[in-house]
């Protein structure tokens, strides 16, 4: 059986996978890099970029091991080229020409945003789509119409902070530790998530955009009071578990509220959930129980998969099927919204 290379480098996650023709995933590595962007709350691009450099033969090799696979044996080489950081983006590339070419095999540029709503569907014995797709990360937080598993048109977006992005932002506030998303669902189990009555932005049904600016600021002004001589510089300690439930609340209401709407919308029974955010607990639980009410199958990627990894590039044998390869002067592109795709 066939079996491709995967890599992806789009932000802060150093990733090789070897992935087979029939989609079982023979390895998965992926090297964080959270403790080198903590002490900032989150990820400075050149710190990403040059760790990549350092990170990405290392994995690509224990990726191979574990897969129990030679060069020879792989057919094609897949890399994530878009969206994502521009010099993260740059270093998985170049590592992805330089093997296609070396063992002469096809090329495949995946898109970042695709490889979330696949990964899903990865281990169904059925097709995913079509499906209303959500990723829901630090750098998106987009709904997506998707007729196939390469064709998918983004019908909203966030006007500002991603949902992850969010997350970081007030786990900084509360005095909690990157990345935010995981502290402040543990600070949140000791909390009452109706302590503070905190906005849901853009909480209606004629609208399908994102916000959470608004919140996050709503947040701020929650923890240390308005700005003036009177604001505290550090978050009262008794105050942060009852916030970050609170918070967290806030934002699982409003995705879930959003997805409800896009489905309604657009017809479909179908949703598939993706990206760092859809790790969260409360949301996965919430999420199917909205699913459940509206009689929706929902496919929402294991945690694994969730966060940024190479094994959901297994998109790429759908690219082969379809012969669309990359050529070698083929480059990044790290914009946040990709143009529709025909």
Known sequence: ??????????????????????????????????????EFGGVVPEIASRAHVRRILPVIEQALQQADCALADIAAVAVTSEPGLVGSLLVGLTAAKTLAMSLNVPLVAVNHIDAHIYACGMGQKSSAFPCIGFVVSGGHTNLYECHSATDCRLVAGTTDDAAGEAFDKVARVLNLPYPGGPSIQKAAEQGDPTAYKLPRPMMRADKLNFSFSGLKTAVLYAARGVPGPDQLSETPPECVADLAASFQQAVVDVLVFKCKIALRKSGHRRLCVGGGVAANRLFREQ?????R??????????????????????????????????????????????????
């Not at 090789?16 to 590595?29: C, Y």
């Not at 999420?287 to 699913?291: S, Y």
């Not at 929706?296 to 390869?325: F, H, S």
């Open 1 to 38: 059986m066939r079996r491709l290379l995967a890599i992806e480098s789009s932000c802060d996650e150093t990733s090789a996978a070897v992935v087979a023709e029939d989609q079982s995933v023979l390895s998965n590595v992926v090297a964080s890099q959270f403790e080198l962007h903590q």
């Open 287 to 291: 999420i199917a129980e909205m699913c």
């Open 293 to 342: 009410r509206q009689s929706v199958e929902l496919l929402i990627a294991p945690p694994e998969l969730c966060t940024d990894n190479a094994a959901m590039a297994a998109i790429a044998w759908e690219y082969l099927d379809q012969g669309r390869t990359a050529n070698l002067d083929v480059d990044v592109l790290p914009g946040l919204v990709r143009p529709k795709r025909k």
